[in-house]
């Protein structure tokens, strides 16, 4: 276990502790066969406005930056930006001007309904004819963490809704549900999917075989972790790869250090 432990402290030390610029670097360099590059400026629960306009500026920049022929995504925590839903309605609207899209990533379970209820707000007010027939492009996503109970409804909610669903294992509780049960809520969120037409669900884990074959057998996009996407390189899948990036790496890579230690 040391061992396992001590070589993803290696992987992830150094791939969260750069600037936008190294992040940009590493894409070209070493992320070239991804579909889609999901970038994340670590860190969270802000309780400044220096944290939260840096974390602002930073998602700008990213959204700048963006090149014609690949598409890049912004994965946010509410918390970043003190759940200010001014701020995050224009950084969504600029989101949708470049084309981009921004998943709201999960938190705390006791956040979980917050954050649903974020997520309709936000495609309510980029799309307000949202369950009607002239829909806009999905830009909104949501992380669902297949340990939460309420993950199939929050599901359907997100499919009702115009809304895309990141399904994730999820790490922050202690090990309630099996991993067959955990499967078999996957395998029922895909088929509730299907019936709403496809094309808003994909799958996020680093190394849980299950779920690649779930999503390899549905023909759906798989969200990696960068440093740990090597090996699932040549899977025939639509490939995203999740990139942090900034200073505020220890309490995130011990934030994944304990997500390991639960299983994920």
Not at 68 to 85: D, T
Not at 220 to 238: A, E, N, S, T
Request: hydrophobic residues 40%.
């Amino acid at each position: 276990m040391f061992n396992k432990l001590f070589t993803l402290f290696l992987q992830l030390c150094g791939k969260a502790a750069g600037d936008l610029e190294y992040a940009l670097g590493v894409i070209s360099h070493d992320l070239e066969f991804a579909d889609s590059i999901i970038f994340n400026y670590i860190g969270e629960n802000n309780k400044h406005k220096k944290g939260i306009y840096k974390a602002i500026e930073n998602y700008y920049l990213v959204l700048n930056s963006i090149k014609k022929g690949r598409e890049r995504e912004i994965s946010i925590k509410p918390s970043q930006l003190a759940y200010n839903k001014i701020l995050l309605k224009k950084l969504t609207t600029y989101i949708c001007i470049k084309n981009s899209i921004i998943w709201i990533d999960a938190e705390e379970y006791n956040q979980a309904c917050n954050q649903i209820k974020l997520a309709l707000d936000l495609s309510s007010h980029l799309n307000p004819d949202a369950r009607g027939k002239l829909l806009k492009p999905n830009n909104i996503g949501l992380c669902i963490q297949l340990k939460n109970r309420d993950s199939e409804l929050h599901a359907i909610e997100c499919f009702e809704n115009n809304i895309m669903v990141r399904l994730c294992k999820g790490a922050y509780t202690s090990n309630e549900y099996t991993n067959s049960v955990l499967l078999s809520r996957a395998e029922r969120i895909v088929l509730l999917h299907k019936s709403y037409g496809g094309g808003l669900l994909e799958i996020a884990t680093i190394k849980n075989l299950d779920l690649i074959m779930l999503a390899l057998e549905n023909e759906l996009p798989v969200q990696l972790l960068y440093g740990f996407h090597k090996k699932f390189m040549d899977y025939p899948f639509i490939k995203k790869v999740y990139l942090p990036f900034g200073t505020h790496w220890m309490p995130y890579i011990m934030r994944r250090l304990k997500e390991r230690i639960g299983g994920k």
